[in-house]
């Protein structure tokens, strides 16, 4: 059964750098998106990127330009990387897998269905001078 | 970047049917997965594609989809159902690369 396993800092000052990684046990590594999500106190969830074992990423768009995500399939680890956190950036950080399957329709259409199945405990981070 | 919509909070008498809706555009080409997630926990996979349900979820968990909405349906609601659910799908548009949550519905089991 697959596991995943996350660690990293709890606490943080602005300007900052939120590090996080996630390790698969097992279970492969290819063939699947990984992703970060969080949430904040009291709100839904937001979805942060993803990464493939090939190292190819996806960021949310109000995110991308503090987000780093990267791969070590040796260790078959990710982790993100959030840069200059403010206390907007508070919250629950969760690591999961993510599937996307591709059903062939009619007249050449496709219907596609992603869903993530398996999720780390989520670590607590909470940013504050 | 598409958007999934949930109404924010939904009561059901304990043991009748309640169904959770989301709608947004990329649910015309994308089935919407749903997670339930209650309190300090991480949120659990309840339903994924047309109606699949993972292991160990009851099969009183159902789902459905029309045009650009996607449902969640309980039927027979237990106490232990109370808790909040989330859809979640890929933005269709551009090449399918953001990931999308709606925003939340609140279960309440009365």
């Known amino acids: 059964q697959v596991q995943l396993q996350q660690w990293g800092a709890g606490l943080l000052k602005p300007s900052e750098t939120l590090s996080l990684t996630c390790a698969v046990y097992?279970?492969?590594?290819?063939?699947?998106?990984w992703s970060w999500i969080r949430q904040p106190p009291g709100k839904g969830l937001e979805w942060i990127g993803e990464?493939?074992?090939?190292?190819?990423?996806n960021y949310n768009p109000s995110l991308k330009s503090r987000v780093t995500i990267s791969v070590d399939t040796s260790k078959n680890q990710f982790s993100l990387k959030l840069s200059s956190v403010t206390a907007a950036d508070t919250a629950v950080y969760y690591c999961?897998?993510?599937?996307?399957?591709?059903?062939?329709?009619?007249?050449?259409?496709?219907?596609?269905?992603?869903?993530?199945?398996?999720w780390g405990k989520g670590t607590t981070v909470t940013v504050s001078s | 970047s598409s958007e999934l919509t949930q109404d924010p909070a939904v009561s059901v008498a304990l043991g009748q049917t309640v169904r959770i809706t989301c709608q947004g555009d990329?649910?015309?080409?994308?089935?919407a997965s749903w997670y339930q997630q209650k309190p300090g926990q991480a949120p659990v996979l309840v339903i994924y594609?047309?109606?699949n349900r993972p292991s160990g979820i009851p099969d009183r968990f159902s789902g459905s989809s029309s045009g650009n909405t996607a449902s969640l349906t309980i039927t027979g609601a237990q106490a232990e159902d109370e808790a909040d659910y989330y859809c979640?799908?890929?933005?269709?548009?551009?090449?399918?690369?953001?990931?999308?949550f709606g925003g939340g519905t609140k279960l309440t089991v009365l």
């Open positions: 990329s649910l015309r080409s994308y089935y």
């Open positions: 594609g047309k109606n």
């Open positions: 097992g279970g492969s590594f290819s063939g699947y998106y």
């Open positions: 990464i493939n074992h090939s190292g190819s990423t």
């Open positions: 999961a897998r993510g599937h996307v399957v591709v059903v062939p329709a009619a007249h050449g259409f496709y219907y596609y269905y992603y869903y993530m199945d398996v």
């Open positions: 979640n799908s890929r933005d269709s548009s551009g090449n399918h690369r953001d990931v999308v």
